[in-house]
Each structure stands twice: as C-alpha cells, then as structure tokens.
C-alpha cells in the first residue's frame, strides 16, 4: 500500500486503523508471495520436456508404406560435404545423414523390403542392416551396438519394424545412426526421397 493513501486513512480513519489496514496489506502480500513461491520453484525445477513420441505407441511417424528410422531423434550431420572437422574419424564426403535419439535407442526399418545385409561390415559402418525396397532402391543402417542386429539376412520387413539398436561401432565417435539411400549403388540425399513419401527427416 501506497505511503500517501496511509497517511490520507490515518488523517479520516485515526492512526491507529490506517496501520491496521496497512498490517493487513503487507501480509496479505507477502502471504501471495509465500503461495507463489512452490510454483515458482516448481517451475524452475521442472525436468525439461521429453520428446513426446511420433505416433501414439511411441514409435517411428509412419505415412502409408514409409517411416521415419528412429523416434524423437536429432541430426548430428548432414549428407554430402558438412563440415566434419569435429570428427576425426569420418571420410570426408558423408554418404548419408547421421541421426541420434541417444545409445541404445530402437532403430525401424523406413520402408517395405527385404534384407540383404545383417552384422558387421568392415567398411566403417560397424554393425549395420541393409534393406532391399526393389526398384534399385535400398536403405543403410550402420553404427549400431554390438548384439544390436535385430534381423537377418533374408527377412521381410515393414517400415516401422524394429531391425536394431543405436550404437558406435565402426567408423564412428558417437552413438548414432547413420541412415543411407542407394539408388542403384549410389548414395543419395535421403531427405527428398523420404519427404515424397511424407516423411520429413
């Protein structure tokens, strides 16, 4: 409360009701403060949002006969020339693109196909998983974790079944999936490719 209006209820109401009301106020102020403070903690303690997942059962966003490789992931390098001058270990053209939803995270099929590569590679991409879709189209899935090859040669899949775990083996200097499109035997962009089929990665 305002100095001059204690001084304007002092004068018409006496001193001593005008320090009442102004006993009153403060408390009443201090009292919204003290109320206020738990949210306000509450609110600066508050664990960071998670993820929310990209479909209802936490899986991959899928769109007709297509999916997204990983749910809730980020990207940690592009296809092509990016800058990877933070990696000591990765060629200087990136076949692919690098995505992380963190180690041991679900790795999904993108698309229907059939596989025809399951377990290690010596060719840097550690543990991967190849997926044959026809037409000269195949998806890569490499990096993942050691006993993390959920499928085998000659399976079919669907998009959105599970064929790995994330990891870092191979050529790699941190858990991630580095997801590649072959077009007959040569790396592509997946990026177009997948947004004609609805998925924006």
Same mark, same amino acid.
């Given at each position: 409360?305002?100095a001059p209006?204690v001084?304007k209820?002092?004068v018409?109401w006496g001193l001593k009701?005008a320090?009442?009301?102004l006993?009153?106020?403060?408390?009443?102020?201090?009292?919204?403060l003290?109320l206020?403070?738990?949210?306000?903690?509450?609110?600066?303690n508050?664990?960071?949002?998670? !993820?929310?997942?990209?479909?209802a059962?936490g899986?991959?966003?899928?769109?007709?006969?297509?999916?997204a490789?990983?749910?809730g992931?980020?990207? !940690?390098?592009?296809f092509g020339y990016p800058?990877?001058?933070d990696c000591f270990?990765?060629s200087e053209?990136h076949k692919g693109?690098?995505l992380?939803a963190g180690?041991?995270?679900?790795?999904?099929?993108?698309?229907?196909g !059939?596989v025809t590569?399951a377990g290690?590679?010596?060719?840097?991409?550690?543990?991967w998983?190849?997926i044959?879709?026809?037409g000269?189209?195949?998806t890569v899935?490499g990096?993942?974790?050691?006993g993390?090859?959920?499928t085998t040669?000659?399976? !079919?899949?669907q998009?959105?079944?599970?064929?790995g775990?994330e990891?870092?083996t191979?050529?790699?200097?941190g858990?991630?999936?580095?997801f590649?499109?072959?077009?007959?035997?040569?790396?592509?962009d997946?990026?177009?490719?997948?947004?004609q089929h609805?998925?924006?990665l």
């Amino acid at each position: 409360m305002a100095a001059p209006v204690v001084v304007k209820l002092a004068v018409s109401w006496g001193l001593k009701p005008a320090l009442r009301l102004l006993v009153v106020g403060l408390a009443g102020t201090a009292g919204a403060l003290l109320l206020s403070l738990p949210l306000f903690l509450g609110v600066v303690n508050a664990t960071p949002a998670t !993820t929310p997942p990209d479909n209802a059962t936490g899986g991959p966003l899928i769109v007709g006969e297509w999916g997204a490789p990983q749910s809730g992931y980020f990207e !940690t390098a592009a296809f092509g020339y990016p800058d990877r001058s933070d990696c000591f270990v990765c060629s200087e053209f990136h076949k692919g693109i690098d995505l992380s939803a963190g180690c041991g995270s679900p790795i999904y099929a993108a698309g229907p196909g !059939t596989v025809t590569a399951a377990g290690w590679n010596s060719g840097g991409y550690g543990n991967w998983v190849n997926i044959d879709h026809g037409g000269g189209y195949v998806t890569v899935y490499g990096h993942m974790v050691d006993g993390g090859v959920l499928t085998t040669v000659g399976e !079919t899949v669907q998009a959105g079944d599970q064929i790995g775990i994330e990891g870092t083996t191979g050529l790699s200097s941190g858990c991630h999936l580095h997801f590649e499109l072959d077009v007959n035997g040569r790396p592509v962009d997946p990026r177009p490719f997948m947004l004609q089929h609805g998925i924006s990665l």
